[in-house]
Nanobody, 126 residues
């Protein structure tokens, strides 16, 4: 089992920044690739970013590329999502999730991830 707890959400004006954190506990954190997803009201959960278990490989959704950065600190069992140049359309509940290290399927689908946090709300005002 892996327990994930997100923090850092809040209300920010368009153009502003937030940094989300996701603290993991339980099984070996470094055995998992980590991802961030988001879900806006009335919409499906969508992929935002992922970082490999070793931390060297990252992928981003086109909608956030160049604005968001995913990072991880295996010593602290924590993954981060730095969000810059926020837009109102970034408003959503943000979730972190853990994907098995050797998962070979698509990393952008929620089904690839075994463990999820409870989510943290991000609201961007115009």
């Amino acid at each position: 089992q892996v327990q994930l707890v997100e923090s850092g959400g809040g209300l920010v004006q368009a153009g502003g920044s937030l940094r989300l954190s996701c603290a993991a506990s339980g099984r070996t954190f470094s055995s998992y690739a980590m991802g961030w997803f988001r879900q806006a009201p009335g919409k499906e959960r969508e992929f935002v970013a992922t970082r490999s278990w070793g931390g060297s490989v990252t992928y981003y959704a086109d909608s956030v590329k160049g604005r968001f950065t995913i990072s991880r600190d295996n010593a602290k069992n924590t993954v981060y999502l730095q969000m810059n140049s926020l837009k109102p359309e970034d408003t959503a509940v943000y979730y972190c999730a853990a994907r098995p290290r050797y998962y070979s399927g698509s990393f952008s689908g929620p089904g690839a991830y075994d463990y999820w946090g409870q989510g943290t709300q991000v609201t961007v005002s115009s």
